[in-house]
């Protein structure tokens, strides 16, 4: 099972909108509703950020939002903050009991 | 519910990695107990999950070499991988969801394994 693309490094300056996408196939992100995304600062364990495409857990702000079209999950973050900069990595369910990550995004607070 | 796992830390090329991740807090039934690894400066990879009943899922890449195993009793779960090369050398977690794919809210620290000669 091939990864899930990402872009390798997104940048926003403090209070902008930035988007990052997550690109599978029709037999993983295009099949089901179950795209996840996870942040993940240096040298700390991930955190679930976004659960079958846009639900966020409890404590997560709002400021992250997930959507999904057709073969590509994106997670948007509004009101960019300083410590939003970090890694962040889609995770979607191919079927038949596995998960595939995409390859991460830096993302950079300008 | 927290997670906390340990096991050996510098293995040579073809032995076994052996963790163990344990649950406080929380039931180990109801959910899905995976182990994920993240190599140096890498993205993250899943290699497999089990259920309180001991049913297993691993990834196609590595099954192989890939065994998980429950002890219901103790509220532990392990992680055996056999024949490790410089290639398995990652920061392993162990992580928790209520069902595959519905993502992993609870994490371990994470353990470094390092594999050199």
């Known amino acids: 099972q091939s990864a899930l693309t990402q872009p390798a490094s997104v940048s926003g300056s403090p209070g902008q909108s930035i988007t990052i996408s997550c690109t599978g196939t029709s037999s993983d992100v295009g099949s089901y509703n179950l795209v996840s995304w996870y942040q993940q600062h240096p040298g700390k364990v991930p955190k679930l950020l976004i659960y079958e495409v846009h639900k966020r857990p409890s404590g997560v702000s709002n400021r992250f939002s997930g959507s999904k079209s057709g073969n590509t999950a994106s997670l948007t973050i509004s009101g960019l903050r300083a410590e939003d900069e970090a890694d962040y990595y889609c995770?979607?369910?191919?079927?038949?009991?596995?998960?595939?990550f995409g390859g991460g995004t830096k993302l950079t607070v300008l | 519910v927290q997670l906390h796992q340990w096991g050996a830390g510098l293995l040579k090329p073809s032995e076994t990695l052996s963790l163990t991740c344990a649950v406080y807090g929380g039931t180990f039934s109801g959910y899905y107990w995976s182990w994920i690894r993240q190599p140096p400066g890498k993205g993250l990879e899943w290699i497999g999950e089990?259920?309180?009943?001991?049913?297993?899922n691993n990834n196609p890449s590595l099954k192989s070499r890939v065994t998980i195993l429950a002890d219901t009793s103790k509220k532990q779960f392990s992680l055996r991988l056999t024949s490790v090369t410089a290639a398995d050398t990652a920061v392993y977690y162990c992580?928790?969801?209520?069902?595959?794919?519905?993502?992993?809210?609870?994490w371990g620290q994470g353990t470094m394994v390092t594999v050199s000669s």
């Open positions: 995770c979607s369910y191919p079927g038949t009991r596995n998960l595939v």
């Open positions: 089990i259920d309180h009943s001991g049913i297993t």
């Open positions: 992580a928790s969801g209520y069902d595959i794919g519905s993502g992993f809210d609870i």
